[in-house]
């Protein structure tokens, strides 16, 4: 798996990534096995023991390979792919004896020189040296939880139960080995209940110190598989003790995932709620409750889409990238803006907004003073007025329409009112920054008058 | 129920509304029956039979429905109401083969053609495929979480409840059915306890169930029911776990309904802490103290009338016909507004503030820049002038009242105090944009200058 | 205890609310009473009976007097004080017939006329109508944490203490009753621990009702108090479903008071930690180090201090008053507006801004752009100037000190460094305000010239 | 220990500090012995009697040195070194006579007048008077929760399982006090367990009471340890109801640090998923993209350099001197602001922004209206020019190097696109604020001209 790179990895390489995730697979099975063959020490012996060499070669692989992934430097923030700082790096630092201690087959290397089929309790304790792989989890998770092509949630969640798991067949085993341990089996939690209990079936042990495990971690403490010598009870003090942890550990992270989760509809709720409420209190027409509440359902249903508070805080040149690759063609489209220079309508494209309305809400009013005006996108309006009282309507406007342009450039109250017709997205161009792009070019002022004249 | 609606229900249609709160109702149902039919099985064959057949119908029913009922689309935010699309939509939806599976009455058709009145696991087990309806509740549920008029504490209560009900009775009815599936009825949970439980009453069987699924979900764990054979042992420890995360998803759920809920308490006591806090650190006097209390806690009152707050996101055109509504006929009625034309009152309309104000509050003192003036919506004000440190009475004013306004068109500091009399409302129209609007309206000016002489 | 208002009480009437208060305690006693007389009969006909009558007679006196305590009309907050539309209020409100009903003594009434002494639990569960008035004890609660006079917190708590006191012994009671009416003593959850345990003493009972109780509540669950047949079975399964709820919400609040108390905590850390992180990121001088950290650190001790934050959102008004309070006599007395008139004063307070600052800062510093000058309200500066890269001190102000004046007036870079000396106080005035408010007063302006130039 | 300091010491002295933490653990030795001799008299005859005269002693001597402690006045925020004040303010305050009843070795002053070895019950609890010294644990504790040298996660961390241990310690030891004061033995939690449990080892009869107690505290209650007589279920049902409120605070607790750990990885998810949504919502090209994630990324990376937020609530003085420090050389080598006046310079660079750019990102693109122009701190950027639709590289550029600059001088759109080259910084001058400082500063104005024009 190791090949000839003049320069190493770089983290980020395809081959790498399976190989740590391949790798996690593996460091799971030993976080479960070490325990388990301690406490069944059959098994270490038979069953697993190919399955053990396997794993402690990839791990050995591992080492390796770590001297071949370069890094990133924390102050200069530029990755690191010589070779000797590499290695320098990974030999003084505390993890590099710890691999290899967790990575030494002591047991089989005792075996081939003594011969003999001793599992003993010592190896058994050695062998939770594979532990510290663990280590290596938990940073697997936390890459994962900053990556936003897996949800956090979900994350989070295997990352607790994963833990959980852990704890509790961990716990489960030492408990077993303690009874093992004990010079009377019958005064131990499971030889009080099960004669002879060394001498039945692996899954039948197992089963047991899982089921008291479980009850205490979860304080269901039934009762029928407790403590009954004073070795027990002081691990069952510290278990439990443990366990107040875990478990405010496990509601703090659920109490968050919720929290978050649900701030949204939180939000959404209290603004209509709110406005609902000034609505009511200041007894407003239903006509107007209605364009406010439309006006509010379809501000959180297309909240991805709102431009000001998605793209406000980026830096100026991606704004105008960003405008120019959305806007620029239905401006080029506009009448009031044909032949004008490409300066010209660059610059005006970055200082556009754009804005989404729901069907049937007045965009302009009639007799407004002018701020700013408006050209369709996709969608499209119809522009009424009101005389004595009566609406009439004039016209209808689709994309790239343009409205509200009368009353900035005569600089009077808007002359009609314009309704949205179907959901629909507008650019609204401020009259002052109009104005304020047109001075310097001259040219481009005198294409638009003329523009305007024409129509 | 199915009318021959040419182009498809409208998902807001009442009838289908009614319909849908009632198909909850049965699937509500099917959640509970599915599994005590399983655990007891006398009841599935004899009682509920009956109406099993009525919910089965019903769903089949339900199935036709949705062909009929138009959707949504994704992208484009239109209602799709051809035939055509919404069955191949949901004909190619996973939905569409589970639907049909967990209509499928199994048990009684395999009845009809073997005669038998065989209550057999396997059809338990096809029944529990009727539980597939519960994600439709999960729908139910989402949508009234979102609907303003349905408080969300109490659906989200109901919700949680319904959940820990639906899991309590399932994981009792199964652990019911491990032990009358256990060789040695004496080395079972129940029978241990019990002897010969399968010929007492299903009252009994079910009591013991969810007692024993109670006590272990709320970690009460007495012990008096507890696993006797390794596969109870085993489920005991499958619930548990379950029980971890159901357990830290309710406390996550309260609390974060209760951080929602206290947090307006908490931010008009913090809001009022401070000031407090501040005004005892300057030692301020007790007049101005009580002015600050008043303020403050007439705010919090009246939260929901603060137009600022409220209304200060919504677009321009919905902002202005509040305004216009609420008062255009207060200005009108003003003597310095008597008379303008109907462009300007729009304008001004538009651009004005609306304020609550407790009793006794100064508003405007004598003295000071004049940089807006007032007029009273509602209540009542008094103005009063400081003369050699007296402070003299001079007026009352009620609603169309106007003050300040002597300041703001002389340009001088402000003669009197105003203060409040009664709980009430005024609009602040602003020095600056006042002489803005003033501007290119020069009739109007002359108009409200001839009106301000010869008031 | 009823006077003859003419007009109702005020709802804050002293005497109200000490009787309010006296009252809590007496509904506290109902709450203990009513389920406490159901389970230990005894107790109802001989002990407690005085005590009933006195408290049932004070229950009526109550109901009296709310015909005559005025309200607050929620529409228009006025508080409305007549008789007739009290009156009113109250009796077509449902609380009227309850609250009758849960004040009339039925078994007192059923001795008088029947004149045995039969402790039947029809009666028993009448009492326990007189739960109804806890409703009061809700609204008592309410009423507190809204009243910034009392911790939030204590509050709270005591609320939280009181509903699961209540619940506990409810419940105990109850379970106790349900012992007491089952017809083989032996087959229940105290009989099978206690023989006859009817005949002990009342505190026994009690104990072991509270003992269960609690033990279920906080789902220890030791088991030897446990269920014995379907009727307490089916009780627990209510009261541990119950406890789900109550355990949630105990902790839901518990979270969310810590998280409020330790807000301010957070902030200042992650405020001083962020600062700390930059400064050695960018490896800043220790002097500006030093210098940050004491302006956070002050900044933190001072909150309540801070007059932006503070009474940043008060009406103009009242912001006036509290400037003109605390900063007129410091204005009036230093060198540069001594002479200048009153409404000239008056308007300059209104902007000023007050601040504080630790000891040993930089306030001005040499050749900065003047665009504020100070006034030293409490505390000392010191005057340095750098000449060829050395620091030459120059003078020492104390309050009514003035700094920065030079470079406002001459419109040049500050000559000076100043340098706080204790921790203290200044306002600052605005450049651009000063001379706005200098031009239309040009007496206040020839006076500020002439001070300065004799000074 | 005490010296003779003339002027009390300061309470931030090095010697006090270590003497304050060493005291803390003789405080919790003084929290672990006076339960645990009172449940174990031998062990308080025998063993720790010598320990406890040198605690006595050591808070004796504690005592005096009070006396001599500087303290902050609460309204002055001063210290306060006065012997008589210092003396004063601790006398009448209701520590000190607790504080001297807390360090009296009463049973061993009995012991010397009596004669006897008497290990009466009530020297046991005036041994509990010690645990007012805990008090001064929990200052302690408060102090390094405000000490940004410390984690806080920790520090709390520590907090809460101090107080858990003291808890199940104290309540352990008292239930045990409890069983050897009962006077049927066997008719008591351990005696019905353990014959003769009082001649046993003092370590079974504490493993004991400590399984016990954490048993309860967790919830588990296995019943195999449980309360027998009246006075043993009393004691539990208080701490049963204790527990509630210590699990409630530890969730509470642990819920908050947790929502605090993880808010900023939620800030950056929730950011860039919004950003991501939004640019697939609108199809952006895969180029922009990459630069929006790029930009979020590096933010996030390196929030604890970004300038404006963390230096942009510190005063004008401070945010000069670090701007100073941070980019004076850097400007002072720009061709551009050769040989300007010192005075020009330190105006500029207080008016200065400093931005962090990702590699390949475009700064100022061509066409671009000019309003600011930029300075290369570290890193370089390519300046390129699109002609044809064709990209032309013009030059590279590194640190002092100037861009932006001729579009803001000659007022005219920016002639070139510049892109980053690698993760670099630079600095920000705004073109209204040069041309602002400029203006009174002729002679500088020419030199930057004619720097200008050389170049």
Redesign the interface.
Known sequence: LIFPYSRGFEPWNQLLIIWQTFWVVLVAYSGWSSPFELAFKKVAVEGLLPLDIVVDASFANDILLTFFVAYSDKST??LVDDHKKIAFRYVIHLGFPMDVASTVPFQTIFRIFDGKKQGEDVFGFLNLLRLWRLRRVNKFFSRL??D?RFS?FWTRFCKLICM?LFAVHSVGCLYYWLATHYHTAENTWIGSNVTNFQERSI??GY??S??WS???????????L??HN?GE??F??FY??F???L??????????????G?AR??A??D????????AS??I??EG?KE??LA?LTLKF?TA??Q?E???G??????R???AQ??FHTTLENTYLLKGVS??FL??LV?EIKA?Y?PPK?????Q???P?DFYIVVSGAVEVVTYKNGMEQFLSKLESPGLFGEVGVIF???QPFTVRSKR?YQVVRISHHHFKQ?LQ?LNADGKIILSNFLQH
Chains 1, 2, 3, 4 share one sequence.
């Open positions: 923030y530029l939880e900053k936003i956090y959980t899954s039948l089963t047991y899982m089921y479980v009850a205490t971690l979860t304080t269901v403490g039934y009762g029928d407790r403590a004073t009870k002081i069952s003090i439990m003790f366990n107040i942890g478990t405010a550990y496990l509601i703090g992270n659920m109490t968050n995932l919720i929290v978050h649900i509809t939180f959404m709720r603004a209509i709620n709110k406005t609902v409420r000034y209190k200041n407003l027409p107007i364009q406010v006006h249903r991805e889409l431009q508070e998605v793209i805080d980026l830096p100026k040149a991606i105008c990238s960003i690759y959305l490409e300066d660059v610059q970055s804005e309305f809400v007045d965009i302009v009013i007799n407004d003073i701020t600089n009077m109250p959901f792009l310097p």
